[in-house]
């Protein structure tokens, strides 16, 4: 196959020859080749649609700052939608498509919009598609969005995996051309730790795309000298295929080093990107710039670009635009545009420099260009046969990292651009042509003198750097924004934001830049303004009548470029989105078939299916029952559990607690109810006293975390010199709860310690040992009303000591329960928890008022007791039945009274948790009810109007099931 | 952002949980004269500057302490951090 616009010379691997296909039409290049060099190499022009009026569109730039050669890259699960044809490395094998058209690239049904296009005018979604309003989400919505658009996804999961790295350094040097090698240089020399970091998979920037000679040889050759010197450094990290896209707080950068897009697979155990966060103590910017379009009528047509992109593809990649190329400038790299085409044997028709009052006025090409219409200084037009056209409008530095702190870019008038102004990170320092030196050796002079202020600053010592000997003519850039006339001039290509549109924002009185942009949608593709936004604003200052700088500057936030999702997310997906906690007892509950339930990062057993259950309420029931008939046992390793020492333990205690501590006997656990201190309950639990200083404490599972901070806070900020210690052992120990009439003499097989109702009687806790000698740590306490004791191992003993109890308990028919079951049993004796502890309930909505003792100053004490939070008629827990027992009750139900339309002005409360209580073969529930205590007895509507339920109830006392506690204590 | 902890030497923020406004160590004394008035003050009032905020931090993916952070809120430039235990001793709180 020939690649008919393939000329000499070039970076390109001639010997090795890739194949791939664009829309399924099989091309060849060359190792070195991006994608849109390889394209135009075979004389294609035309890469996409554009986004709204889907014209024909070919590439304008050769690197990441494209706007229009967006293609959709891969098939299956890989396919990836909006790449730039510009940065795509090429591979053998590669498989690309166009997008944004239909049925295919070359004739796109949808191009109809183009000739609508006075439909379509900036603000156009916010003043045609008005009426009727209820169309917009219906009909208009859906229509525009098919009708506009980027590339698709595949809609699969993606098969790469991500990483996430860390990496430390002294200088950090962003961008890898003159100014970048010569800062690696100098600071790699000198002994410091240096990071160099391109988005280029070639390292050397401008120096492989110009023809400029560097210390006596050619740029390409120079850079490449360079990166073998740096690659012999220990202390260099030269980083090619790596973006950094912002800088953070502090001399943190993120960074995405693309691993493996280069291939068509990542190899085996390879990510496929790497999310870098870099921590540095000096930042060098040596980020180049990008050139700028002139804005003329259809200026956009395939074969149109910016004449240092065609540089680019002529001497980097041996690609020619096209056979016969004109310029059109408004500085000097027009002649240089010239010469360089020419010397590859390219035909120049002519270079129009609109200092001399040339300019282009128009084009002409359906898929690409034909020719363009030149009027000359004395007003006469002709027409200019040619198929390519190289565009200068000057250079912006590429300072989008100075400003990712806010720091305001400044006009430079000599380059008719902004450059880095004062705000930037601290510790960044531009250099070279992101700095507005736009000659190689001002970048290569500024690049090595910034090293050395780093080094200094960092107190090494600069090594030599003797600048190489390179071009230093002076650069001057004499604005030409746009060519006025009738038509549509493109100023951003990406959007399809014309100079009109620029105009009718103005006229509407969209001035200010803020407004322009999101009026306009100007700067808000996927290249962020790369090459729009300046354009924009010199016609809005135009307008006006003011100057640039005047009118606004754009400033940049991160990324930079493009970052894929996955790369955000690293390995942080599916299953190992967050971390899974798993309870000592795990394993055995997987082998009795548990359901697991996630309760924050654990997973607990919900229930223990039975052969022949074909509903859960079967297993809950059955475990209920038998738990209260004999006995069952639970796993509640995952309540938090925080060891408190000290000599002033139980000071500290009866001031994070509402009720009193320090007055409990060694051996002895009390309920303790945790307030904030703005009266609202935080959390409940029972606090154990195993030694005159030595406590243990436990939280609500979902709580552990926050209350030990909670406790760490107040030990170290509000009295730092309490003796008191704290530790959190949640995961130092397996705890079970064992309960039913026959809990003691399960236990008493198992434990090595009197533990008659005389020795160990109800609240009573120990230090004791198991199974002839295990350190076990045991108390009486009861969720569940029954006889009870949760008992606690060492978390390595959780699987042996589950699997004893289950055997000791066989002979009493002893069932493993899980936390459906426990639900039932606490809402069965009106205990409180996660649904009442909601964040918004006192103490006394809890009907707990009288815990919250007044002669000691606790947390949440003072504000507890204020006028709106004691009032009479506050809401209060109730208990709750169907007045008829068959009609189940729904939570999240709100109390009417019968005859009041369920409305929020007769909201009298709500039921917080529902259960069904086999015991008495209806469905109970706790709520909040206003005034509850001296409603027993009351009947009321359950409305639901989420559920579409509504039933009569009852309003009972919230303890359901053995009211004096007689089975608890026995 | 880096926190420089007086005990264990600059850490990324990603160890730490943010809570707010140091004054929270100064709790009043709720069995003094006045108690409701400044425990509404104490848990409500904060100010918001656009500036230098004295702010607490807590190292809960480290050593636990919770520390005293002087940062800009403008700049995010941080200019001291101090063990919360010492500052709250400095301001007479004690048992």
Known sequence: ?970 | MIINHPLLGPRDAQEFVYLGDARLIERPDGMAEGAPQAFHDHVYLRDNPAGEHRELWYHEQGDRSWLVVTRNTVTHEITGVELARDVARAKGRSR
């Open chain 1, 1 to 970: 196959m020939t690649q008919p616009n393939r000329v000499s010379g070039g970076l390109i691997d001639r010997a090795r020859t890739l194949s791939f296909t664009f829309d399924g039409k099989p091309y060849q290049g060359h190792a070195g080749d991006t994608l849109a060099s390889a394209l135009l190499a075979n004389g294609v022009r035309l890469m996409g649609r554009s986004f709204k009026y889907h014209r024909p569109r070919g590439p304008i730039s050769a690197g990441s700052d494209e706007p229009n050669a967006l293609v959709e890259l891969r098939t299956g699960a890989r396919q990836e939608p909006n790449t730039r044809a510009t940065v795509v490395e090429l591979f053998d094998g590669l498989s690309a498509q166009s997008q944004n058209r239909w049925p295919s690239l070359a004739f796109d049904a949808l191009a109809i919009n183009d000739r609508l296009s006075p439909f379509f005018a900036a603000g156009f979604y916010y003043k045609t598609f008005m009426w009727p309003a209820a169309f917009w989400e219906k009909l208009y919505e859906p229509m525009i969005r098919r009708a506009a658009g980027l590339g698709s996804l595949s809609r699969l999961p993606d098969p790469d995996v991500y990483d996430k790295g860390f990496l430390h350094c002294d200088i950090l040097v962003i961008g890898a051309g003159p100014s970048g090698l010569a800062a690696a240089l100098s600071a790699g020399r000198s002994g410091a730790r240096v990071i160099l970091a391109d988005e280029d998979f070639r390292i050397g920037g401008r120096l492989n795309a110009e023809t400029h000679g560097v210390g006596g040889m050619a740029g390409a050759d120079w850079a490449a000298q360079a990166v073998a010197e740096l690659a012999g450094l220990a202390n260099v990290r030269v980083m090619a295929r790596t973006t950094v896209l912002g800088a953070f707080d502090h001399g943190i950068y993120g960074a995405v080093e693309r691993v493996s897009d280069h291939v068509p697979v990542p190899a085996e155990g390879k990510p496929r990107q790497i999310l870098w966060r870099i921590y540095a103590r000096r930042t060098i910017l040596a980020a180049g710039a990008t050139e700028r379009m002139i804005a003329f009528e259809n200026n956009d047509r395939p074969g149109i670009m910016l004449a240092g992109a065609m540089r680019a593809y002529a001497n980097r990649w041996g690609a020619a635009a096209g056979r016969r190329v004109a310029v059109f400038t408004n500085n000097d790299e027009g002649l240089r545009t010239a010469a360089d085409l020419r010397a590859k044997g390219l035909e120049i028709a002519a270079v129009i420099d609109s200092r001399k009052g040339e300019e282009v006025t128009g084009s002409a090409g359906r898929l690409g260009l034909r020719a363009v219409t030149v009027r000359d200084g004395s007003g006469r037009t002709r027409t200019v046969e040619c198929d390519a056209l190289g565009v200068s409008g000057g250079w912006n530095p590429n300072l989008h990292l100075t400003s990712h702190h806010r720091g305001k870019p400044v006009w430079d008038e000599a380059i008719a651009a902004f450059v880095p102004g004062p705000g930037g990170p601290a510790g960044l320092l531009p250099v070279g042509a992101a700095a507005g030196h736009l000659t190689t050796h001002g970048a290569l002079r500024t690049g090595a003198e910034a090293a050395a202020a780093a080094l200094a600053d960092l107190g090494h010592r600069p090594a030599a750097f003797d600048l190489p000997e390179a071009e230093d003519a002076p650069v001057r850039v004499t604005p030409k924004w746009h060519v006025p006339g009738k038509g549509r001039a493109w100023v951003d290509p990406q959007n399809d934001v014309t100079v009109k549109d620029v105009k009718l924002a103005h006229q509407e009185g969209f001035r200010s830049v803020e407004h322009l942009k999101r009026y306009t949608t100007l700067g808000m593709a996927t290249d962020q303004g790369k090459s729009g936004n300046v354009l924009g604003l010199a016609v809005m200052a135009e307008m006006t009548g003011r100057s640039i700088p005047e009118t606004g500057t754009t400033i940049y936030r991160p990324p930079y470029t493009p970052v894929a999702m996955g790369a955000l997310a690293g390995r942080s997906r599916e299953k190992e989105f967050k971390p899974t906690r798993l309870t000592p007892s795990h394993k055995w509950a997987a082998e009795q078939g548990a359901v697991f339930v996630e309760v924050g990062m654990w997973l607990r057993a919900q229930w223990f299916p039975k052969p022949g259950e074909t509903h859960w309420r079967q297993s809950v029931d059955r475990e209920v029952l038998a738990t209260r008939a004999s006995v069952g046992i639970c796993d509640v390793t995952t309540l938090g559990k925080i060891d408190i020492q000290g000599r002033d333990a139980g000071a500290f205690l009866d001031r994070v607690y509402a009720n009193t501590f320090s007055s409990l006997p060694v051996g002895k656990v009390r309920y303790g109810l945790m307030l904030r201190e703005d009266g609202i309950v935080m959390d409940d639990g029972t606090t154990a006293r195993l030694a005159e200083d030595e406590w243990v404490m436990t939280t609500t599972t979902a709580n552990a975390v926050p209350v030990f901070r909670h406790l760490e806070f107040c030990r170290q900020c509000l009295w730092p010199d309490l003796d008191v210690q704290l530790i959190s052992t949640t995961e130092a120990w397996a705890q079970y709860s064992v309960a039913g009439p026959n809990a003691r003499r399960l236990l008493e097989k198992v434990v090595d310690q009197d533990i008659s109702d005389a020795a160990f009687p109800y609240m009573a806790c120990a230090n004791i040992t198991v199974c002839g000698g295990l350190r076990a740590r045991l108390f009486r306490i009861s969720f569940s009303g029954e006889l009870a004791y949760e008992i606690a191992v060492p978390t390595r003993y959780g699987d042996a000591m589950i699997r004893a109890l289950m055997a000791a308990g066989e002979e009493f028919g002893a069932v493993a329960y899980g936390t459906e079951a426990l639900g039932v049993m606490r809402v069965e004796k009106g205990h409180v928890a996660g649904n009442e502890l909601n964040g918004q309930s006192t103490a006394l909505n809890m009907g707990l008022g009288k815990m919250v003792s007044r002669k000691k100053d606790a947390i949440g004490m003072v504000l507890a007791q204020r006028e709106g939070m004691v009032a009479e008629g506050g809401l209060r827990l109730v208990g709750v039945k169907p007045v008829d027992p068959s009609q189940p009750l729904t939570a999240g139900s709100h109390f009417i009274a019968a005859g009041k339309p369920a409305t929020a002005a007769h909201d009298d409360g709500w039921l917080t948790s529902v259960v069904h209580s086999p015991h008495l073969g209806h469905s109970i529930a706790l709520g909040y009810l206003r005034n509850g205590t001296a409603r027993l007895g009351e009947r009321l509507r359950a409305v639901n109007l989420l559920k579409k339920t509504e039933v009569e109830v009852e309003i009972v006392s919230p303890h359901f099931f053995d009211p004096e506690g007689e089975r608890l204590r026995a």
